[in-house]
Every structure is written in C-alpha cells, then in structure tokens.
C-alpha cells in the first residue's frame, strides 16, 4: 500500500491541472482499496454548498453537477467534523442520504476523510462500498494521506480560478497565503529561478527561437555521450563487465526515440529545451516508477539522471545573462542572495520563495533593498507561473498569479499610497532621529549581506550598526586571504568614515555554509555555528581580525563585534586572540589600534549572562532574529513554524529587559540589531526600555524615524508597561497597532490605512 500511495502522490504531483489530479485520484484510490466507488466533493463556500468534482464509479455526467447544500448527509458531516467518518452500515446512520442523481445505488461501506488546509476544510474524498464493510486503519491512514496532498492543488486551483471555472460560477480570486517578509507592493511579471541541474525546478516557457532549442538540446546530448565514451574509457579496467553494460544502457537511453523525439516535438510544440525536457524524463521516468518489478522501477532513478546531466549541459549553454522583465518579480523555491543580486535594482518589483520567512537571510536582505517580498508561499506552483503577472503584497505575505481586475486596481492604487508614503518619507532624510521631547536615537545601518558599492541609506544613516562579513567567504571557493578581505572592509569603512562601522566576525554555519567548508549536521542552528567555528579554527580567525585592524588604520572608526556567544570563555579566548593579532601587526609596523569590542546576545545563554559579558567587552548588541528562535524553539527559516515565530512574545520582551539591566550595572550601551529594529511598531517597546541604538536594513531607516520623531519617549514607556502586562504576542501586536493608529501612522504597517 505504501509503494502505491508513493506512485498515486507522484502521479497527482506531475498532473498539469486539478481536474486531472482528483480524477487520477478517484480512480487510483478505488483500485487500490477495491472499493465500489471513489468520489471527491470539494466545498464551495460562496453558493454553500458541496460538489461532486470527481468520481469513478458514480454516473460521469453527474460530476460537477451534483450539489449538495453544506452541511448535509455524511459528506457534511465529514466537512463538520475536520476528521475521518468510517462506518460499515452507513444506510441505517440519521445523516445518511441517498443521491438518485448520481446514479448510487444504497450501500453500507463509507469512508469520508477530510481534505484540509489551514485548518480549513476544503472538501471530503470518500469510498463507498455497497455490502457492509469496515476500513482498515491502512486504508484509513492511506486516504487521509492522499487527502491531504489534494489540499495543496485545490488551493493553487482556487486562487488561480481554475477552480471557479470548474464550478462555473464567478468565486473571486483568492491570494495564495505566505508570510511578510518585506513590505511594500510588486506588481509584475514573474520571472522563475531556479538551482543549477535541478529538473523539477525548470519552468515552462516559450522559445523565441524553436529550432534554437532544438539545435542546443541535441548539442547537450552529444556532449552527454562523450561525456560518457571519455568515462567509460577512463573506468573500463576497472569495472566489472555487468556494471560497464550500465554505459551501454544510458547510450541507448540517450540515443531513444523516446527521448530524442519526445523532446524535440515538445519543443515544437511551443516549450524550450529545458522545460521540454523535463517533461520528457518525467513521463519516461513514470513509466518505469510503475513497473511492478523492482529492478526495472530503479530504472527511474537512471533515466532522471541521465535528465539531470542533459539539463547541465543545457544550462551551461544557456548561461548567458537572464532576461529580466522591467518589472520583474522574482520566484523560486530558493532563491539566493546571488540571485537577487542579479537582477538590475530598477527592474526588480518583489521577490517570492515556496520556502523560508521573513527571518531568513533572503527577507531581511529584501527588506534591506526595500522590495516587496513574501517568502513561505508553499502552495505556489513555480514551474507553471514563468512569464504570468503576479502581485506580491508584502504586507501580509499574500501572492496572487494572474489578478483579476478588481484585485489588480485595488492594489495599483495601495501600490500608488505606498509610493507616497515613500515620497513622504524622503523629506525626513537629513532630519535627526528625535522623539518629540528631545531624546536623540542613533540608527545605524545593517550591510553586507549583498555586495555593493555604496549601500543605500549612507546619508542618513549614523554609520554601520551590523557589517556581515559571510559575503566574501560565500561567494569564493576557498577562503579569502587577509589582503582581499582588507580591501573589502576598507572600503565600507572609508565610505562612512568618521561615522562608526561595525564589523562583525564571521557568522558562517546555521543557514549560512560555506560550498568549500563542508559541515554535515543534524541540527545546524545548534551546531558549528559563528563564534565556535572561528574560535575552532583560530587562523580562520586571526586573519579576518589582523585583516580588519589593517583596514582601519587611520580611520579610527572600526567597533568590533563576536556573533553567537553562548559563554565568558569564549569571550575571554577570542579577546585573546584580537590582542595576539594586534600586538603582531604593532611589532609587524603596522599602525593599528585596538577598537571597541562587543558581543552579540542572540543566544538565551547570553541573556542570563549579560552582566559577566558587559563587564568584558565596550557594547552589547542584541540580535534579535537568532535571539526569538531560540528563545521560543522556531526555527528562523521554517515557514511550517513561522506562525510561532514572533518578537512580541512576553519571554523576548522580558529577555530583553533582562540584557538592559545586565548592562547598565556596567555602564555598557546596548544597540539592537535584528530585525526588529527595523519594525514600526517595535519602536515603542525598544525606546521604551531605554535601547541606546538601532540598526537596521536601509528600507526600514525612515519609517523607523518617522515613528521617533512622532513620539515622545514617556509615551513609548507607558506602552511597554502595558505590553509587560499582556500574556500573549497577538496582545502585544494588537496594542502597538493601536499604539501607531494613535499617532496616525498605521500606513507603515498597513497598507491603505
Ligand atoms: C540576529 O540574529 O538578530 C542578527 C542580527 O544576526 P543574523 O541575522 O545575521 O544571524
Ligand atoms: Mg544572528
């Protein structure tokens, strides 16, 4: 049963459109548990009522047209309930009902299993037999599994409005749901990205040129085959005859008409090599994945390799520089810093993942660039969206493909509000970060996350709060020497100069590895990770601290900072090791000075022990995206915990007293640099216990002023006492909403307020 329900998810996961996939469903679900009828309704909301979307073995002609009002006979019941119904004489249960329409003769076998989504119960999948029958709890378990991978299609089918054409009504598009993770509207053309040799991830789209797909895609395939002849000369000594036959079976594979011609008429029939291709492999490699026999099904596994070699040579072909539409939303399942930075800033409206959250590295380098990005939009179909028109609300983390009218002018005109506020904002630039009774509050800026010249918000900001450094030693294949890093955080400290940059060390592991630094661990956020590494690797270390001593020579503007700090000891080591590096380079006759040095807190460990890290180092700078993770147990990137994940949580705000506290007894200043810095609302709660600083991505610095100079700093404290007293985090949002309504301007949260 296990081996069908892998084939039937497979089957339904390569189905072009809904329809397909709920017959392929109803006719796979039947034949597996030899049932006399399989049937999914599916629930439309608007018209309340159930309707018949799939079945085999009730007449044909009565799908789709078979409705039944919500609520009623066992489906609703199912629909009621959110859970399994398996009865095995349902004729004599008070909510039976027998349907003449459909042609359903009285029987007693019933199994409902709900289909779910958020909570949301979007239809029932039910197995009907006509004697007395009781599902096994395989049976039970194997109709909830495939249920709940129906649930993913039909929201995608919703919102894109298949759905409403199915139901032939007018239901109004609905937006597939993500989370925040950069405010602001994109209105735009998607454009998908996608990992190298990854077939599943190759869009469709449309060739300028057919017979130029068709001259690269042989190309490849000859390039395969040498790659193959070059190999299996180079290993014929070496292997056993039976394995060297497996070069002889990928030769025929390549040389197939299956594969040759299969993929040469999809490509005339309007798709390019890649997209082509992958249809090609996927329907080969489905072929064998339902073969019965167990050697012949590991066949599959060959022939998607085989795919995934042709596409490299295809894409190594193609790695001309991408296309990018004027206004181009970018989509992927993962898309990278590299990817991002790709694309020419003017051309870029919104960013879209299928994973990740506004904690990610990816959100905060999109708030950072101030474009509109929602990131966790699981159900978003990437390989079906290349080239459509697509508004990402960043707000609220909604993505709708294809807007219809009403959705699309509702949103260019919240679009042309944001534009002003922007506009608005501008004026602020050159004015001080005051509250409105004179308490002056530095913003700084956070950089380094992508490389660029001149980093924007230089002007208005009072210098950098957080410098990244994993960028250089993400972007090479080996580490970089102390000479090339110099260069690097000279030039961001040159370019703020007199202003304070703050350099910190390198934070690598956790969502952050190196391709050349290989680490295999369970769990990487609480594993090799910023400090422990470089204090594991001591000339990693040294090299990064003497190359940026030497880049601060004569600037006298460098702040040193240690990321991920759990313990004194490794304070006291890595204090070690900075005067080691300095005392050499004095003796080496280089002029450098030892900078202020200061830790982040970003780990509860750190928090209880603010006072013994204060009493070491100069300043305190809490990060609070590694610091809400681990406080609250949500991993930052994990869109199925995002939910969890939220800094107004009680233990984040009583955390965060804790470190001001800790801090003061030594006179020490404590800056926040996460992400919450950055959020409006946060303002009040921050201000309100007495945070020194802030820094944050460019995008956010003039909301974040605007709200400074809008208050006073008595008003922020009243706030937080009261936040102090709410239990939960929906609480604490709900009164900082109030708090910025107060002061007229929920619109740098809200859009259109
Ligand atoms: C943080 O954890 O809050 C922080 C600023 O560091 P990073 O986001 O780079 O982990
Ligand atoms: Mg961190």
Known sequence: MLESLRRIVQEVNNAPDLQLALDIIVRRVKQAVGADVCSVYLNDFENHRHVLQASEGLRPDAVGRVRLELGRGLIGLVSERAEPINLDDAANHPRYECIIDTGEERYHGFLGAPIIQNRKVLGVLVLRQRRRRHFGEDEVTFVMTLASQLAGAITFARTSGELARLQDD?????????????????????????????????????????????????????????????????????????????????????????????????????????????????????????????????????????????????????????????????????????????????????????????????????????????????????????????????????????????????????????????????????????????????????????????????????????????????????????????????????????????????DIGGDKPLPYFPMQEANPFLGWRGIRITLDQPEIFLTQVRAILRAAIGLDNLRLLLPMVSTVGEVDDALLLIRRAHDELLEEGYQVKMPPIGVMIEVPAAVYQTEALARRVDFLSVGTNDLTQYLLAVDRNNPHVAKLYNEYHPAVLRALLQILTGAKLHGREVSVCGEMAGDPLAIFLLLGMGVHSLSMGAGSLLRVKRVIRSISRARAREVLKVALECEDAGAVRRLLLDALDGVGLGALVRPGK
């Open 170 to 506: 007018g239901i109004p598009q609905r937006f597939l749901p993500g989370l925040a993770a950069s405010s602001g509207i994109g209105i735009g053309e998607a454009v998908v990205v996608y990992p190298p040799a990854d077939l599943n991830a190759v869009p469709d789209r449309r060739p300028d040129d057919p017979e130029v797909e068709v001259h690269e895609f042989r190309r490849a395939v000859g390039d395969v085959i040498q790659d193959l002849e070059r190999f299996a000369a180079r290993t014929q000594n070496h292997l056993r005859a039976e394995d060297m036959a497996l070069f002889d079976a990928w030769r025929l594979m390549l040389e197939s008409d299956t594969l040759i011609d299969g993929t040469l008429s999809r490509i005339r029939a309007g798709n390019w090599a890649p997209g082509a291709l992958r249809e090609t492999i996927t329907e080969h490699a489905r072929v064998f994945d339902n073969m019965d026999d167990a050697y012949l099904r590991e066949r599959a596994s060959d022939v998607r390799d085989l795919g995934r070699c042709i596409l490299m040579h295809l894409q190594n072909q193609a790695a001309g520089p991408v296309e990018y539409a004027p206004r181009t939303i970018l989509v992927g399942e993962e898309i990278s810093a590299m990817q991002i930075a790709d694309v020419p800033r003017e051309r870029l409206v919104g960013i879209v993942s299928t994973t990740g959250s506004g904690a990610s590295h990816v959100g905060i380098l999109a708030r950072g660039m101030g474009i509109p990005a929602a990131m966790g939009v699981s159900d978003l179909p990437v390989s079906r969206i290349e080239g459509r028109e697509m508004v990402v609300d960043g707000y609220r983390g909604r993505v709708y493909v294809s807007p219809g009218p009403a959705v699309r002018s509702e949103y260019q005109r919240l679009a042309e509000d944001d534009a002003a506020l922007t506009s608005e904002l501008q004026t602020l630039r050159h004015l001080p970060a005051e509250t409105t009774d004179g308490y002056l509050v530095p913003l700084y800026l956070n950089t380094g996350l992508v490389s660029e010249a001149r980093p924007l918000g230089i002007e208005e900001s009072a210098g950098v709060g957080l410098y990244r450094t994993e960028l250089p030693f993400i972007v090479r294949d080996s580490f970089p020497g102390e000479g090339a890093q110099m260069a690097n955080y000279r030039q961001v400290l040159e370019l703020f100069a007199p202003r304070p940059v703050t350099i910190r060390t390198l």
